[in-house]
């Protein structure tokens, strides 16, 4: 799945970019462990329905967590237009950069596999 992720980001923009991690991932949710080890975002902007988002790479994680700590959220990995995108309870949200409601919460997805298969079907 995440290898179908990789290859429809290349074709949006040749530039992107991932690599492997074998860094840390203590502290990250479970969920994106595989994602983060086999084809961490190292410099990654992909399109979706016209809006550009951008994954975070492992290695910037903690410093995303800090700049969007404030939404009191799980996981943020990603941004759209400023925008955090990020897992709580295994469920993805997004909101927008200065509302830290959860009642101001927009459900993405069920769980970050599923997120990640929207690009799949998106880029068909």
Not at 33 to 61: M, Q, S, T
Request: with cysteine; charged share 25%.
């Amino acid at each position: 799945m995440y290898e179908k992720f990789r290859e429809i980001a290349m074709i949006y923009n040749k530039s992107n970019s991932f690599s492997t991690y074998n860094g840390n991932l203590n502290g990250l949710p479970v969920a994106v462990h595989e994602f983060y080890k086999k084809f961490n975002p190292v410099d990654v902007e992909i399109d979706y329905n016209g809006l550009a988002v951008r994954f975070c790479p492992a290695d910037r994680l903690s410093q995303l967590q800090e700049e969007y700590s404030y939404i009191n959220a799980q996981f943020v990995f990603a941004t759209c237009n400023g925008d955090p995108i990020f897992l709580n309870d295994d469920t993805v949200y997004s909101c927008s950069h200065d509302n830290s409601e959860k009642s101001g919460w927009e459900k993405l997805s069920d769980n970050f596999d599923d997120y990640i298969k929207k690009y799949e079907l998106y880029g068909r």
